[in-house]
C-alpha cells in the first residue's frame, strides 16, 4: 500500500523551496528554477556522451585517474601482503604451536584487519573519486575548472572539504540507492526487448550485468547532479536523482547496455597487453618465484589489469553516465506521481534521509 502524496509544499516536488514564492528566486539554492517543476538551471557545455568525449575529459582530468591509479596498484600489492601473512602466518601456526592458533589468526586477520583494511581503502577511494566527480562536473557544465587559478587536484580537494557532509552521506548512500532501484527494476518488462541479440531476455545474468551496470555509477552521478545544482541537501538531490532516473529509465539502460560491452572487450584486450610488462616484471623476481612463472605472469597481469580498470576504465564509463544524465535531465520536470509509484514498491525510498540526513548535516 502506497504512502499518501508529500504535501504540495514539499519542495524536491513543487520546484519552490520554503519561504519563496512561484515568482520569487530570493531563497532558492544557485541553480534552481524556482517556481516550476525543474529544479534546477546550469549550463552544459558538454552533450555528447560518446567514448570519444568521454576519453577527452578523462584525458582532461587525468592526474585523477593517475592518483587512483596509484592508490589501486598499492592496494593490490598490500593485499598480496596481507593474504600471505593472514595463511602464512595461520599456518605457521598450525604447524609449530596449535590448530587452534591458527585458525584464530587467520580469523582474526580476516574480520579484523581485513575488513578495517578494506574500509579505509574504499573510502580513500570514494575521496578522490569525489574530488574527480567535482572537476568533470565543472567541465561538463562550464568547460573549465573553477575560475582558472587552482589547479584540478586543489579544487577538488576544496570541494570535498566544503562538501564533506555530502561527501560523507554518499559513502553509505550507495546501498540504498541500489536497493530502490533494484525495486524499481523487477517492475520493469520490456528491459529483455533492448538486449541486441534476440533471445537473450531469457537469461537472468545478461539481465543482472545490464541492471548492475546502470546502478554501479548512481551514486557518483547524483553526486555531480548536487554539485551542479548547487543542492545543499544531499537527501533532496538523491530523492530528485533517483525520480529522473525512473523517469529516464530507458535510454539510461540504453547506455548501460553499450559501457557492458565495452567493458568486456576493453578488459581483455587490456589483460592480453598487460602480459607482456607482466612477463617482463616477472623475469625481475627472485629464481625461486620465476620457478612459477606461468602463474606468477597470470597473477601480475591481473593486478595490473585491475588497477587500469579501477583507475581508467570505471571513470571512462562513469563520465558516459554522468553526460548522459545531465543531458537527460536539462530542462525536464520532476514528475510528482514518481514519488507514489517509488514508494508503493520500494520501503528504503519512502525511508530515505529519513533519520541521517540529522546526521550528515552535522559534518
Request: proline share 5%.
Amino acid at each position: 500500500m502506497s504512502d499518501p502524496a508529500p504535501p504540495p509544499s514539499s519542495p524536491w516536488l513543487t520546484g519552490v523551496m520554503p519561504g519563496t514564492t512561484s515568482g520569487s528566486r530570493s531563497d532558492a539554492p544557485q541553480g534552481t528554477a524556482a517556481g516550476t517543476g525543474v529544479r534546477h538551471s546550469y549550463p552544459l557545455k558538454v552533450r555528447s556522451h560518446s567514448l570519444s568525449t568521454a576519453f577527452g575529459l578523462l584525458m582532461q582530468s587525468l592526474p585523477y585517474a593517475l592518483a587512483r591509479f596509484g592508490v589501486l596498484l598499492a592496494a593490490d600489492f598490500v593485499g598480496i601482503l596481507w593474504i600471505v601473512i593472514t595463511f602464512g602466518g595461520g599456518a605457521w601456526l598450525t604447524a609449530h604451536i596449535a590448530q587452534a592458533f591458527g585458525l584464530i589468526w587467520i580469523v582474526a586477520w580476516i574480520i579484523g584487519v581485513g575488513w578495517f583494511w578494506g574500509t579505509v581503502l574504499r573510502y580513500a577511494l570514494h575521496l578522490i573519486a569525489c574530488g574527480h566527480v567535482a572537476v568533470l562536473t565543472e567541465l561538463i557544465t562550464r568547460g573549465e575548472v573553477g575560475n582558472g587559478s587552482e589547479s584540478m587536484f586543489n579544487y577538488g580537494k576544496r570541494i570535498v572539504t566544503e562538501k564533506f557532509g555530502q561527501v560523507t552521506a554518499l559513502f553509505g548512500m550507495n546501498a540504498l540507492v541500489r536497493g530502490i532501484l533494484q525495486s524499481f527494476h523487477r517492475t520493469l518488462d520490456w528491459i529483455g526487448e533492448m538486449l541486441p541479440i534476440p533471445g537473450l531476455d531469457s537469461v537472468a545474468s545478461i539481465l543482472n550485468m545490464l541492471l548492475r551496470a546502470a546502478t554501479r555509477y548512481m551514486d557518483k552521478v547524483i553526486f555531480s547532479y548536487n554539485l551542479a545544482r548547487n543542492e545543499p541537501d544531499p537527501w533532496v538531490g538523491a530523492r530528485e536523482g533517483i525520480i529522473y532516473y525512473c523517469q529516464n529509465a530507458k535510454p539510461i539502460l540504453q547506455t548501460s547496455i553499450w559501457i557492458i560491452i565495452l567493458e568486456r572487450v576493453l578488459s581483455v584486450v587490456l589483460w592480453l597487453i598487460l602480459l607482456v610488462p607482466a612477463g617482463l616484471i616477472t623475469l625481475a623476481l627472485p629464481h625461486a618465484v620465476r620457478e612459477m612463472g606461468g602463474f606468477i605472469t597470470v597473477l601480475v597481469a591481473l593486478l595490473l589489469a585491475s588497477a587500469v580498470r579501477g583507475a581508467f576504465l570505471k571513470p571512462l564509463f562513469l563520465i558516459m553516465m554522468m553526460v548522459r544524465f545531465h543531458t537527460l535531465v536539462e530542462n525536464q520536470p520532476i514528475d510528482a506521481e514518481w514519488n507514489q509509484r517509488l514508494a508503493a514498491v520500494s520501503d528504503k525510498f519512502r525511508d530515505f534521509g529519513s533519520g541521517v540526513m540529522g546526521a550528515a548535516k552535522r559534518f
